[in-house]
C-alpha cells in the first residue's frame, strides 16, 4: 500500500513538472543563451547587493531618476539604471531584495520562454517563474527612462493600477560580442500551474486571431481578440472597479502618446477552498492588512484596526462602496465583537487611490477574484510611440482596411477603443 501511494505521488510530481515546463525551456549548459544568463545572473547579484549595502531615502530625488552605475567582471560589463527607483517601487510591492535576489540569481537556470509572440525581443523566466527578463532596444529604454518618473507618480497615486511593473533596468556588455538593454517585470501570470489559457487583448480586430492548435510543439499559445469572442471577463461587484481602473490606466497612457499596449488575460477556476473562504474574517483580515497603508503595524495584543470594516447588528460587513461593490454590504461572520474603528483618513486614502481588496494569494495586484474563476490581468508593451512612422502607417492601413479595427491608430482613439471593447467583454 505503501509502495502504491509513493508511486502515485512520484506519478504526480512528475506530471506536475511537465505541466511546468509547458512553453519553456529550461536555459542548462547546452543552451546557446546559457553564457548569457550566467552572467547576467552574476551581474544582477553584485546590483541588488550595492543596492541592500545602500541605504534608501524616503524621498526619490531627481538625481536618482538619473542614476546609471556600472560595475565591471570578469569578461563583462553590467550597467543599471535609476536602482535607487526601481528598489522603491519593489518595496511598494512587498518585494524584499533577499528574495528578489534569490528569485533572479539563484542557483536554478533561466527559463526560455517560447509563444507565438511577433516580438524580436528574447524573453527570459527565473526558475520560479515569479520575474520576467526581457531585452528591449535602446529607444524602448530610453523611452520608459524619461518617462519614469511619471510612471511612478501614477503608481504612486494608484497603487493597484493594472500597469505591468517593471522592477529594474540594466544592460549587459560582453566586449566585441553582445550590448543587450534587458528589463525585468513582475510576472502577471504568477503563479501559473494552474493556468492553461491566455490572451492578449488590443480591442481591435484585423491580425487578431490566432490558431489555437499548437501542432505538438511546445510552446505556450497566446490568444487574441478575436479568439476571445462570445467569452466574457465575470467580476461581478468588481466589475465597476475594474473598468474604471482600465480607463485611468490608458488615460496615463495617452498622455505618453503611445498605442499598441495590449490586456494580459488569463483565467482559472477557483477551488472549493478558495470559495469557502472568500468571505471569512480571517481572510478579510488579512485582505485589507495587504491593501491598505497601515502607518503602524500591530503590535503586542493589540489588533490592527481594519477601516474597512464596520459593524452591523452583531454581523462583521465588508463597507461596499470601499471596494465598489453596490450592494449594502457583505455578511462575512456571525461575531460578537466590539465596534470596529474607522480612521476617516484611510477610508479617504483608500478611494482618492482607487484602491480595491486584494485577494489574499501571491501576486495580488494582478489577480482578481470572480464568482467563481480567478482572473489575471496585466497591461503590458506600452513603448510604442505615435510617431511619424505610425502616422504613415495609419494612413497606409486606412487604405488597406477601409472601415476595420486594426491597432495603428492615434492614442486616443487606441485609448477610447481599447477601454470600451473589455468593458464590453466584461460583466
Excluded at 495587504?290 to 477601516?307: A, E, N, R
Excluded at 511619424?388 to 486594426?406: C, H, Q, S, V
Aim: charged share 25%; hydrophobic share 35%.
Amino acid at each position: 500500500m505503501a509502495q502504491r501511494k509513493a508511486a502515485r505521488r512520484r506519478r504526480w510530481w512528475r506530471l506536475r513538472q511537465r505541466w511546468r515546463m509547458i512553453g519553456v525551456f529550461e536555459i542548462d549548459s547546452e543552451h546557446e543563451f546559457f553564457h548569457l544568463t550566467s552572467m547576467i545572473k552574476e551581474g544582477m547579484q553584485a546590483s541588488i547587493q550595492t543596492t541592500v549595502d545602500t541605504p534608501g531615502q524616503e524621498t526619490l530625488t531627481a538625481e536618482q531618476f538619473k542614476a546609471e552605475e556600472t560595475q565591471t567582471h570578469e569578461g563583462f560589463e553590467m550597467q543599471t539604471f535609476a536602482a535607487p527607483v526601481f528598489a522603491k517601487l519593489r518595496q511598494s510591492l512587498n518585494i524584499t531584495e533577499d528574495e528578489y535576489m534569490k528569485s533572479l540569481c539563484s542557483g536554478g537556470c533561466y527559463l526560455q520562454f517560447i509563444s507565438n509572440s511577433k516580438s524580436k525581443a528574447d524573453f527570459f523566466v527565473t526558475n520560479d517563474k515569479r520575474f520576467f527578463l526581457k531585452t528591449q532596444s535602446k529607444r524602448e529604454v530610453r523611452f520608459l527612462l524619461s518617462n519614469l518618473q511619471k510612471y511612478m507618480k501614477h503608481l504612486e497615486k494608484y497603487p493597484h493600477s493594472l500597469l505591468v511593473r517593471f522592477l529594474g533596468v540594466h544592460r549587459i556588455v560582453i566586449p566585441n560580442q553582445i550590448k543587450k538593454y534587458f528589463i525585468v517585470m513582475q510576472s502577471v501570470f504568477y503563479p501559473d500551474e494552474r493556468i492553461n489559457i491566455r490572451f492578449d487583448i488590443k480591442g481591435c480586430e484585423v491580425g487578431r486571431w490566432t490558431n489555437p492548435d499548437t501542432g505538438g510543439k511546445h510552446i505556450i499559445k497566446v490568444l487574441k481578440d478575436n479568439n476571445f469572442d462570445g467569452q466574457y471577463i465575470t467580476l461581478d461587484e468588481e466589475k465597476c472597479w475594474f473598468a474604471n481602473q482600465m480607463k485611468m490606466d490608458a488615460a496615463f497612457l495617452q498622455e505618453l502618446n503611445v498605442l499598441d499596449y495590449s490586456l494580459l488575460l488569463a483565467h482559472q477556476p477557483l477551488h472549493q477552498d478558495e470559495l469557502d473562504g472568500k468571505h471569512s474574517l480571517a481572510n478579510l483580515v488579512v485582505r485589507t492588512t495587504k491593501s491598505v497603508d497601515l502607518l503602524d503595524g500591530p503590535t503586542g495584543s493589540d489588533p490592527p484596526d481594519m477601516p474597512l470594516l464596520e459593524e452591523s447588528a452583531g454581523h462583521v460587513v465588508l463597507d461596499a462602496a470601499a471596494c465598489g461593490s453596490e450592494q449594502d454590504g457583505i455578511v462575512l461572520q456571525e461575531i460578537n465583537c466590539p465596534q470596529a474603528t474607522q480612521t476617516d483618513s484611510e477610508l479617504q486614502d483608500f478611494h482618492e487611490h482607487h484602491r480595491r481588496l486584494l485577494p489574499n494569494c501571491r501576486n495580488g495586484i494582478h489577480v482578481i477574484d470572480g464568482p467563481d474563476r480567478r482572473y489575471f490581468v496585466g497591461i503590458i508593451d506600452i513603448f510604442t510611440v505615435y510617431g511619424w512612422k505610425k502616422k504613415l502607417e495609419n494612413m497606409w492601413k486606412n487604405i488597406r482596411f477601409p472601415g476595420r479595427a486594426f491597432s495603428t491608430v492615434s492614442p486616443p482613439k487606441y485609448s477610447h477603443r481599447f477601454c470600451q471593447s473589455i468593458q464590453q467583454r466584461t460583466r
